[in-house]
């Protein structure tokens, strides 16, 4: 694999190493001693260093309220100089203290509130916590990001594929902002948004294994969220972000600020700090219509809708598992027009190669194209470029139910092994009588699905689903935090409840990544998806889960002994979202998926690359 020169123009942030925004940071031991407060800018100059080989799990922390009053309070914000055409005044059901603050989702359907992003490394072979670190979060020390509760899609942290930086997705915005998960970006402002909330930057942030961090602003996903993004730094004279996320909250039909800003990007990693980026129009990178399939055509603007990325043998991959649009399943993008792939469906070649930001021809907006239904009601991107990949699901999202499919997370453990978080339906339906969400205990497709090759038919296979351990659909009791606070009990019946109980439950899983043992297992780690009657089920408390597979196992009879164990429990105030190893731990050719093993401890650079950590936990 090549070394790539670290950039060393770009500027640098050193993380900023406070307890007190930890506070609500899950502690499965407690927290070490930090080596104290770093610069707002710098070098990092030793400060919180992450070891390679350790576990970086991205968090949201709620730790600022949101300034509403119940009974008073207009939502969304900037509402009542909004176009009425578009925009409707609601007045908050709520107060703006965790959680019942997400009740103000029956007044306010884009609402949400930002808060910071706090970076736990775990020891991965006995759990500890190692130290929790916050991302800066401030804009008075210039470069800050920020996580949005309760988008439950976004945060999924990967490794890049020189495997020097781990990269996750925010928002340019102080802890405390309402609705900005929802708002446009200041580049790419929809004007029939239902979201009258101050236009927010989406920011792709990278951080190295000496704790320093970078930032690239982006237009993209105005209206919505970015999920997951991917830096290679080997192509382009500054490299290629490639990133997937969703846009628009507003009317159809879907303008072009919502059509180029959606479904997968491509970027190239800016060069200066924040308060001097000016970033342009997004570049649309990877394209499907259902209407490739044989089905008529949708809303194609969301037939992009992704939200896990992954790559392997250069070859960029995502899924898509939420809205009534396109398909939920897996797919990759074909760059150089060499796959084998018809009917929106295929394989990629051996050929594929990872494309530069600073070259790549992006589809474009277009109104006209009658194979694909693309109509000035009906506008999407041409030419396609992504395809399902073959023997992955092809039935319409608009006829799923809660037994179809929702991916999410995706690991390779080798070309011909692909592990998938399902992450359920989401329906939140409560039997009393057994006191479980029914839905989601009977569901037979959500967890950890494996998925292999099949040489002979030429296709991919699910081989079986891992479930044990998960306890779908069973209630569970959410730990205080740090400061003692509890998680209400009892049904969620004040301030325009739900009338369903507090206590969530496993739905699911979203975030994922693995590590390939030297025995045949492979270890993986996911976050969980939730059902509640809280105000928002994105703002659960969530769990951090691990199990191991036999790696050569093809049967569910073979594994009937595997069984996920909690390493982060649920917590108030905390949400779990995205779990990668740390910067620096070695990938397999530029896989981002497929860390090499290697014994924990040791360093796996060679001493000119070495990076001093903290003792381990």
Not at 237 to 266: C, K, L, M, R, Y
Request: charged share 15%.
């Amino acid at each position: 694999m090549k070394v790539t020169r670290l950039r060393t123009r770009r500027r640098r942030l050193a993380l900023a190493a406070s307890l007190a925004a930890v506070a609500g940071s899950v502690a499965m031991v407690a927290l070490p001693a930090t080596a104290g407060a770093a610069p707002a800018f710098g070098r990092g100059h030793g400060y919180d260093r992450f070891t390679p080989g350790n576990l970086l799990v991205t968090t949201g922390v709620w730790t600022t309220n949101a300034d509403i009053t119940a009974n008073s309070t207009l939502l969304p914000p900037n509402c009542a100089t909004a176009n009425p055409t578009y925009v409707t005044c609601g007045t908050a059901v709520a107060p703006g203290t965790y959680p019942i603050v997400f009740n103000n989702d029956a007044s306010d359907a884009s609402f949400g509130v930002t808060e910071p992003i706090v970076l736990d490394e775990l020891n991965p072979y006995n759990g500890r916590l190692i130290k929790a670190v916050t991302v800066p979060d401030n804009p008075a020390t210039g470069d800050y990001l920020t996580t949005s509760f309760s988008s439950k899609s976004e945060l999924q942290i990967i490794q890049s594929t020189d495997d020097r930086w781990d990269t996750f997705i925010g928002y340019v915005a102080p802890p405390g902002t309402i609705d900005a998960s929802n708002a446009n970006t200041p580049g790419e402002q929809d004007p029939t948004i239902i979201d009258s909330a101050t236009p927010v930057y989406r920011a792709v942030a990278q951080v190295n294994a000496a704790g320093r961090f970078e930032f690239t602003e982006t237009n993209a996903f105005s209206g919505d969220n970015g999920r997951a993004a991917i830096l290679d730094p080997e192509d382009g004279p500054d490299g290629t972000i490639f990133a997937v996320g969703n846009a628009g909250n507003g009317s159809s039909p879907e303008p072009p600020q919502v059509i180029d800003g959606a479904g997968s990007q491509i970027l190239t990693p800016a060069n200066a700090p924040e308060a001097d980026q000016d970033p342009g129009a997004p570049t649309p990178f990877g394209d499907f219509n259902i209407a490739e399939l044989t089905g008529s055509a949708d809303k194609s603007g969301k037939d992009n809708n992704y939200r896990g990325l992954a790559v392997y043998d250069g070859v960029v991959y995502f899924s898509k598992g939420s809205g009534s649009n396109g398909v939920d399943t897996v797919y990759f993008v074909d760059t150089n027009g060499t796959a084998t792939a018809s009917g929106g469906v295929g394989l990629p070649s051996n050929d594929e190669t990872l494309p530069s930001a600073s070259t790549w021809t992006a589809p474009t907006y277009n109104t006209s194209d009658a194979a694909l239904g693309l109509t000035a009601k009906n506008p999407g991107l041409t030419p396609t470029n992504a395809y399902i990949l073959k023997g992955f699901p092809t039935q319409p999202a608009k006829t799923a139910t809660d037994a179809s499919y929702y991916p999410f997370g995706l690991w390779f453990a080798n070309p011909t092994t692909l592990y998938v978080a399902d992450e359920g339906a989401g329906d939140n339906t409560y039997d009393p009588t057994t006191n479980t969400y029914s839905a989601a205990a009977a569901s037979t497709t959500a967890g950890l699905q494996k998925w292999s090759f099949n040489s002979s038919a030429g296709e991919w296979q699910l081989d079986y689903t891992l479930q044990n351990g998960l306890d779908l659909g069973t209630p569970y009791q959410v730990e205080p935090n740090r400061q003692g606070d509890q998680y209400p009990t009892g049904l969620n019946t004040t301030d325009d409840g739900t009338g369903l109980p507090w206590a969530p439950a496993t739905d699911g899983l979203r975030g994922l990544t693995g590590r390939v043992n030297p025995n045949g297992t492979v270890t993986l780690w996911a976050s969980t998806s939730t059902v509640s009657g809280g105000g928002d089920q994105g703002a659960d408390p969530n769990k951090l889960v691990e199990i191991t597979d036999n790696l050569a196992a093809t049967s569910a009879s073979q594994v009937t002994n595997e069984q996920f164990n909690t390493v982060i429990p649920a917590t108030y105030g905390q949400v779990v979202r995205g779990v990668a190893f740390t910067p620096g731990t070695p990938l397999t050719d530029g896989n981002t998926t497929s860390p090499q093993p290697y014994r924990h401890g040791q360093s796996p650079k060679a001493p000119s690359a070495q990076v001093p950590g903290r003792e381990q936990g």
